[in-house]
């Protein structure tokens, strides 16, 4: 997959405060994939983008897919302390390419 | 439904030595990926398999890591001999390769500390 440019590296918030993580391409994606991995843990698949546009949500996890397909965002609404971790996106070429990931973005949450 | 499963979880051995890190997919998956992750930088894809055959090696560090799948359920990463800079978490992943990107399911990582 491309290479994929994440923003910023390291976040703290307030509980309660909102969260988003920037996921930046100079060529077009065919896909997105969002991960999450918590300290200690591995990766856990979140959710896949793949068209134009796209905006999902999963509870307060909102996901979308820039028009240019050229970019993507994950914004979480009034974090909680189960939030904390790791936040990747991640690009392949389709099919059984190996994804490619970005440096992702570290949530630490302040009580 | 079993996860993958990764083996060992941790491993700590003297530079030199000849470590290999096992891997079983996820059944009915026809994909596996080995990344290794450190602080500096992050996962790094080193090999993918596609039907038990090696797709893409670029990422492989250098000759002294090889990898296999010796059947569709099974894979090894060896480093021989391993030395102090491939200390890092090495995960192994499989998933279900169709169209447009698949999901990847991920094992704990194999924690490797050489010294």
């Known amino acids: 997959g491309q290479q994929v440019m994440q923003i910023p590296q390291y976040q703290h918030v307030q509980e309660g405060e909102d969260f988003t993580t920037y996921c930046n391409s100079s060529t077009t994606l065919s896909n997105i994939q969002w991960y999450k991995q918590r300290p200690g843990g591995h990766p856990v698949f979140l959710i896949q983008l793949v068209k134009s546009g796209e905006v999902k949500k999963q509870k307060r996890l909102t996901f979308q897919f820039g028009e240019a397909k050229k970019n993507s965002s994950l914004h979480i609404t009034a974090t909680q302390t189960t939030d904390v971790g790791t936040y990747f996106c991640a690009n392949s070429g389709g099919g059984a390419d190996g994804l490619t990931f970005g440096k992702g973005t570290h949530l630490i949450i302040q009580p | 439904d079993a996860g993958v499963i990764q083996s060992p979880r941790h491993e700590v051995t003297e530079m030199g030595q000849e470590v290999t890190l096992r891997c079983k997919l996820i059944s009915g998956h026809n994909s596996l990926f080995w990344y290794r992750q450190t602080m500096m930088r992050g996962l790094e894809l080193l090999i993918y398999?596609?039907?038990?055959?090696?797709?893409?090696d670029s990422g492989m560090p250098e000759d002294r890591f090889s990898a296999k799948m010796p059947n569709a359920s099974f894979s090894t990463l060896k480093i021989q001999p391993s030395e102090p800079r491939d200390s890092a978490v090495y995960f192994c992943?499989?998933?279900?390769?169709?169209?447009?990107?698949?999901?990847?399911?991920f094992g704990n990582g194999t924690r490797l500390t050489v010294t």
């Open positions: 398999f596609n039907n038990n055959v090696p797709i893409d």
């Open positions: 992943a499989s998933s279900f390769a169709r169209g447009r990107g698949s999901p990847l399911h």
